[in-house]
């Protein structure tokens, strides 16, 4: 069986090694913290991101869907004995509106 050598206790280092060891603890604890604030700013950033992504995603489809309602009206509106036009385009910028408040809600600060 092979020993693992095991390092040496602190009251038998000379006082150059103990100052070595301080350095290196303070290291160690420098990148612990180091460490700790990264992965802190890491997740709010992508919680920011995140929670972007999904407004954009949100006021996408609500532009979509405006746009197709737009559509729907602008046809109807062809057709004289269709009174459906009137309510769609209120139903459309309804939705446009819808995709505003969802963008404004995630613009960053100017």
Known sequence: MT???KPPMPESLSPLERELLGYVETLMNTLQSGTAQFEALEKR?????ESRQW???GSLKSLIASQATFMNAWLASGNPSSDTASTELTEAFALLEQAEAMLEAVAPPT
Do not use: H
């Open 45 to 49: 950033s992508t919680d920011m991101i």
């Open 55 to 57: 407004a954009l995603e």
């Open 3 to 5: 020993e693992t050598a």
